[in-house]
Structures are given as structure tokens and as C-alpha cells.
């Protein structure tokens, strides 16, 4: 998994989704309406995991992909909605704007300096990833100078 990519531990605790492969009696189920709701906070600006997020708590839809049989994402890009980035890089990318920032102020925090590196490689694995599934150009590469560019 990505997000224990460099460091020790092997668990996976957490809690999980119970198995269901039909939405609740008590969820929203009407198609049309969930589309409308993801298109709107989508123009609002809210990211994919947030639009979940929104519509778990506010409009009782528990699951995206149950009531419609979309994910958020296939929604968004069925109705020409297509981000530059895929989110887990765009939000690995922002962490290292925010890493860089924070070492300019604090040139020998040792520390950081070394969750830097390990945030640019997680992004860089990540880009061959996306690559490979032609979400990515393939002339693209990483570039710490011309990433406040990109994020913004």
C-alpha cells in the first residue's frame, strides 16, 4: 500500500465498509439527484473524497458506487469533468509544496528535509503508475522548482 510505503509497520488496522452489494432501504437512491449533488460540489471546489463525504453526511448517500453504480470519479469525467492530476498525487504534490515551504523557513530541520524525499518519491512511483495508464503524459516529469505551478 502507498501509504506505508517507507516506514516499518505491517498492520492494516482500521475499520472496513461492511460487504453489501445493494444500497440501504433508508439511503438516496435516485440517480439523476446524486449526479446533480456531485456536480455541484464539484463546482463548489470540493475534492472526490470530500464530494463522499458531503453526500454521506448531508444527503444520506452512504455509498456512491452502490446507488449509482458509478464512482465519483466516472461521474465527473462522463460528464467532462477531468482534473489535470489524478487527487493522490495532487494531494502528494501539495504536501511537498508544504514541506518545501516549511524547510525554506527552516533550513536544518533534518527531519522534514527526509519526509521531503520520501513525499517526491511517492510521487515520482506514483507518476510511472499513471503513465503506464495514459493518465499521465509521458514526456511529464517531476520538477521541485515548477511545483508551485502545478498545484496551483
Given at each position: 500500500?502507498?501509504?506505508?510505503?517507507?516506514?516499518?509497520?505491517?498492520?492494516?488496522?482500521?475499520?472496513s465498509k461492511p460487504y453489501?452489494?445493494?444500497?440501504?432501504?433508508?439511503?438516496?437512491?435516485?440517480?439523476?439527484?446524486?449526479?446533480?449533488?456531485?456536480?455541484?460540489?464539484?463546482?463548489?471546489?470540493?475534492?472526490?473524497?470530500?464530494?463522499?463525504?458531503?453526500?454521506?453526511?448531508?444527503?444520506?448517500?452512504?455509498?456512491?458506487?452502490?446507488?449509482?453504480?458509478?464512482?465519483?470519479?466516472?461521474?465527473?469525467?462522463?460528464?467532462?469533468?477531468?482534473?489535470?492530476?489524478?487527487?493522490?498525487?495532487?494531494?502528494?504534490?501539495?504536501?511537498?509544496?508544504?514541506?518545501?515551504?516549511?524547510?525554506?523557513?527552516?533550513?536544518?530541520?533534518?527531519?522534514?528535509?527526509?519526509?521531503?524525499?520520501?513525499?517526491?518519491?511517492?510521487?515520482?512511483?506514483?507518476?510511472?503508475?499513471?503513465?503506464?495508464?495514459?493518465?499521465?503524459?509521458?514526456?511529464?516529469?517531476?520538477?521541485?522548482?515548477?511545483?508551485?505551478?502545478?498545484?496551483?
Amino acid at each position: 500500500m502507498m501509504s506505508r510505503m517507507h516506514s516499518g509497520g505491517k498492520g492494516s488496522s482500521g475499520s472496513s465498509k461492511p460487504y453489501s452489494t445493494e444500497p440501504p432501504s433508508w439511503s438516496e437512491n435516485d440517480k439523476k439527484a446524486i449526479e446533480s449533488h456531485i456536480l455541484e460540489l464539484n463546482k463548489e471546489g470540493h475534492s472526490n473524497a470530500m464530494i463522499g463525504t458531503i453526500l454521506r453526511d448531508r444527503f444520506a448517500v452512504p455509498d456512491v458506487r452502490l446507488a449509482t453504480g458509478e464512482r465519483i470519479s466516472q461521474i465527473l469525467s462522463r460528464n467532462g469533468v477531468v482534473p489535470n492530476y489524478p487527487e493522490d498525487m495532487m494531494n502528494l504534490m501539495r504536501r511537498a509544496q508544504g514541506l518545501i515551504d516549511h524547510l525554506t523557513n527552516n533550513p536544518k530541520d533534518k527531519h522534514n528535509r527526509r519526509q521531503l524525499e520520501l513525499c517526491e518519491s511517492k510521487i515520482r512511483r506514483l507518476a510511472r503508475y499513471y503513465k503506464g495508464l495514459q493518465k499521465l503524459d509521458n514526456d511529464w516529469q517531476y520538477k521541485r522548482d515548477q511545483l508551485r505551478l502545478m498545484v496551483e
